[in-house]
């Protein structure tokens, strides 16, 4: 999640335009969600981006626009830790 944060905003250099298609008419969550690749080739859904799409896009607008890495690493830690409270109870 980290990882992703990074490219996102910029910090980590990576072309995102042609691996990433981001949501269109989206009216929940946050702007950065995107689809996962509809692949047919079942080593293709292990990729990076694959595997993160949905944690990602679950997370609240909050946490991904942070304003610096430690902000969103403090953010995504208590969600993740209310959300695993959650699962238990």
Request: one cysteine or more; proline letters at 1%; aromatic letters at 14%.
């Amino acid at each position: 999640m980290i990882q992703l944060y990074k490219i996102f905003n910029g910090i980590d250099k990576f072309e995102t335009r042609k691996n990433i298609i981001f949501q269109q008419n989206q009216t929940k969550g946050h702007r950065f969600k995107y689809q996962k690749e509809i692949t047919k080739q079942a080593h293709r859904e292990n990729f990076f981006f694959n595997r993160s799409a949905n944690l990602w896009n679950s997370l609240p607008s909050e946490v991904v626009n942070s304003e610096s890495v430690n902000s969103f690493k403090a953010g995504l830690d208590c969600w993740m830790s209310s959300n695993q409270a959650n699962r238990l109870s």
